[in-house]
Structure formats: C-alpha cells, structure tokens
C-alpha cells in the first residue's frame, strides 16, 4: 500500500481538462511544499512534470499545472491531448526524522 | 544533454548480490546529489536511496537498510547501488535518478535496469 493516495484512473476527451488528486497526511503532502508529479509513459522512465507544488519545469507545457491544499495535492492537465495519456505519480518530501520520500500508486490518464 | 545511463541488473538469486552502476554525463555529476528508485513490475515507484554531491551523507528506505549501500565515485562520474542478502521483493527496474538543485525532488531520470531476484 503506497503513502500517498491516489485514484486508479481518470479519463477525458480531447481538449477537456481533468484533475488527479493526491491525498497524504501531515506528516508529508500537508507538512512540507515539497510535491512533485511525474509522468511516465509505458516502458519508459519517469518525467517530472511538477515540482515544489507548482512549478513547472522548462519544457513542460503550461496546460500542466499543480495545487495543494491542506494534504492533498491535484494536478490539473488542461487541454487534454492524446499523447498526454500515461500513469502519473505523485511523490512528496516526508522527513520528519530522516530523510524520506514517499509515491503515490499512480494514476492511469486515459484520452478517450 | 544529461544522460543517465544504468547498468548491472540481470537475474540472481535469493540472498545473493548484484552491483548496479550510473554512467552520468551532459552535466557537473560532482555537484548533484542523485538517488535510486525502484519500480517492481506492474507496481508504483519507491524510492530506495539518497546520496549527497560529495557523498558525505547517505539515506535509505526502511525496506533496504542494513542491505544496500549506495557510493558515488565523482572522478568516474559514476553512481553505484551495491545489493546484498536480495529478497524476491527487490524485484524491480532500478532507475537512478539525479537530484534537482534547491529543492527536494529528482529532475532527470535513467532508462533503468532490470533486477530479478528468483531461484
């Protein structure tokens, strides 16, 4: 059982937006600003898409976005586009007495 | 261009050991502090270890500690994953993955390598 919580799956159309929420404790998402997103793509590796909650890295469209709110964090994808389809992940910093980080199970993005 | 390439990964057996291997390049490998994270087949991602830029301070999951030991040689521009006493649980692509700077959070990852631990 992963640390963090997330829904199996979500889908939507072409051109719609979908949310993936990511649900911890205060011990990790709510205690620290120290969440990322990745996406991964079948057989590939991992790609950070979000980090430090909201911030984008160079490259990543801005139809990306992320929020926090108390323990849980969402990723927004806007504009939905076929090659979007893939498993997210969130991941957060939860060191309260070493250093730790823990993932959520993932999050299979279908584009309809 | 960073490029992490891993290597080392192959089958072995209960209780035995396997030495994995991070070739870095495109960047300064002695100024970033790098990881290993694991992903057993069909499953989510778990993060094993943490090493610092200069390798002075080293972390690692619960479910590892005591097992593997993680070293970097900067002059190689290598990062190394040494497994002991393996479990059929360690089963997993093990990816290293490079630490981005100023935050917590790994920015660029390897293709990873396959480890099977079964008799």
């Known amino acids: 059982q992963s640390a963090l919580t997330q829904p199996r799956s979500v889908s939507g159309s072409p051109g719609q937006s979908v949310t993936i929420s990511c649900t911890g404790t205060s011990s990790d998402v709510g205690g620290y600003n120290y969440v990322s997103w990745y996406q991964q793509h079948p057989g590939k590796a991992p790609k950070l898409m979000i980090y430090?909650?909201?911030k984008r890295p160079s490259g990543v469209p801005d139809r990306f976005s992320g929020s926090k709110s108390g323990n849980t964090a969402s990723l927004t994808i806007s504009g939905l586009q076929a090659e979007d389809e893939a498993d997210y992940y969130c991941c957060s910093y939860a060191g309260s007495y070493t250093f730790d980080v823990v993932f959520g199970g993932g999050t299979k993005l279908t584009v309809l | 261009e960073v490029q992490l390439v891993e290597s080392g990964g192959g089958l072995v057996q209960p209780g035995g050991s396997l030495r994995l291997s991070c070739a870095a390049s495109?960047?300064?490998?002695?100024?970033?502090?790098m990881n290993w994270v694991r992903q057993a087949p069909g499953k989510g991602l778990e993060w094993v270890s943490y090493i610092s830029s200069s390798g002075s301070t080293i972390y690692y999951a619960d479910s590892v500690k005591g097992r593997f030991t993680i070293s970097r040689d900067n002059a190689k521009n290598s990062l190394y994953l040494q497994m002991n006493s393996l479990r059929a649980e360690d089963t997993a692509v093990y990816y290293c993955?490079?630490?981005?700077?100023?935050?917590?959070?790994?920015?660029?990852w390897g293709q990873g390598t396959l480890v099977t631990v079964s008799s």
């Open positions: 495109g960047f300064t490998f002695s100024s970033y502090e």
């Open positions: 430090d909650v909201s």
């Open positions: 993955a490079r630490g981005a700077p100023d935050t917590v959070t790994t920015d660029y």
